[in-house]
């Protein structure tokens, strides 16, 4: 059974950075993409930062609320994914949920989120 588990969330002054982690178990092949994605109290779920392993490098994407603030990576050998996070607004309040994509079957996974919460 896949499971995700995320964490690193947690309270941080404007301007400052959390790093966020997220841990895949259960999986023999691998997940890939792997992304971050948050949710805003009221508002959708919205795709934060992906990252694709290739063939010889990485593929990342960002959305553009968090271009040049944030930076996901991956170590494929611990099946983990990171989201590194500076420069941090309040408008980045949400909860942080992980997903990955089961390379042979497509089917997404999610995990239970991790709150973080930016304020003075």
């Known amino acids: 059974q896949v499971q995700l588990v995320e964490s690193g969330g947690g309270l941080v002054q404007p301007g400052g950075s959390l790093r966020l982690s997220c841990a895949a178990s259960g999986t023999k092949i691998g997940l890939n993409p792997m992304g971050w994605h948050r949710q805003a109290p009221g508002k959708q779920r919205e795709l934060v930062a992906t990252?694709?392993?290739?063939?010889?490098?990485?593929?990342?994407g960002y959305a553009d609320s968090v271009k040049g603030r944030f930076t996901i990576s991956r170590d494929n050998a611990k099946n983990t994914v990171y989201l590194q996070m500076n420069s941090l607004k309040p408008e980045d309040t949400a909860v942080y949920f992980c997903?990955?994509?089961?390379?042979?079957?497509?089917?997404?996974?999610w995990g239970q989120g991790t709150q973080v919460t930016v304020s003075s």
């Open positions: 997903s990955g994509t089961d390379e042979i079957t497509r089917k997404v996974y």
């Open positions: 990252i694709t392993r290739g063939a010889s490098r990485m593929y990342d």
